[in-house]
């Protein structure tokens, strides 16, 4: 089965700052591989997806992720953070036709001024 | 974008009553759903996933009996908590895709539970 791990629980970052989220997946197969962000109380928004070709995917909000395949990551990057950004993010991974999602522990952005 | 409508956003009840969920898919045709349940500063977990006109399939673990699903048009889900205990409070999120919203899950706004 698919899982997901997100080894950081909690950053902290400068408003201006870039960032770098890390996801590192476990699946047998091709992935379809998600970042999502919750604020809080609120649902998820999609970020950006992969399922294949350019492994370096644009998202909303200025956001970026690389899929590589060699390390089994899709770490989630920004050049510049906004104070916006605070929320939590959330990566996922699912199996081809979107069924059994799996959702890593999620990282909690915080951004000082 | 597909949107996703999750009623209500709150909801608040005495232990042993039953509350019902819905969510529905406001511009597309959602051939499954999915329900998932967030315990505070914790991850989602997949409670089951339902196909339209078929019974759902639930994770390991979720009481089938409990969480009553039911995905009766292709636009609506329900789940209902039966006998709702205050271990049953949680946010609980639906999801969607389907024709028109591609391979993509959607999101509802989710639902916080309280049950006193």
């Known amino acids: 089965a698919q899982s997901v791990t997100q080894p950081d629980i909690h950053i902290t970052v400068s408003e201006g700052a870039s960032l770098e989220l890390r996801c590192n997946y476990s699946y047998g197969a091709t992935p379809y591989l998600f970042w999502y962000v919750q604020s809080p109380g609120q649902g998820l928004q999609l970020l950006l997806k992969y399922f294949s070709g350019d492994t370096l995917v644009q998202g909303i909000k200025g956001f970026e992720a690389e899929f590589k395949r060699s390390q089994s990551s899709f770490n989630l990057r920004k050049p510049s953070v906004h104070w916006s950004d605070a929320a939590e993010y959330f990566c996922a991974v699912a199996s081809y036709n979107n069924n059994d999602m799996r959702f890593g522990a999620g990282t909690r952005l915080t951004v000082k001024p | 974008g597909a949107v996703v409508s999750q009623h209500p956003s709150w909801v608040i009840c005495k232990s042993g009553t039953s509350v019902k969920i819905e969510c529905r898919s406001l511009?597309?045709?959602?051939?499954?759903m999915f329900w998932y349940r967030q315990f505070p500063k914790q991850s989602l977990m997949l409670m089951a996933t339902?196909?339209?006109?078929?019974?759902?399939?639930?994770e390991q673990g979720v009481e089938k009996d409990k969480f009553l699903i039911n995905h009766a048009s292709l636009t609506l889900s329900t789940l209902t908590v039966t006998s709702a205990h205050p271990e049953d409070s949680s946010f609980y999120i639906c999801?969607?895709?389907?024709?028109?919203?591609?391979?993509?899950?959607?999101f509802g706004a989710g639902t916080r539970l309280s049950v006193l």
């Open positions: 511009d597309f045709q959602a051939t499954t």
């Open positions: 999801s969607a895709c389907g024709t028109g919203g591609g391979d993509i899950q959607y």
């Open positions: 339902s196909n339209e006109g078929s019974k759902a399939t639930y």
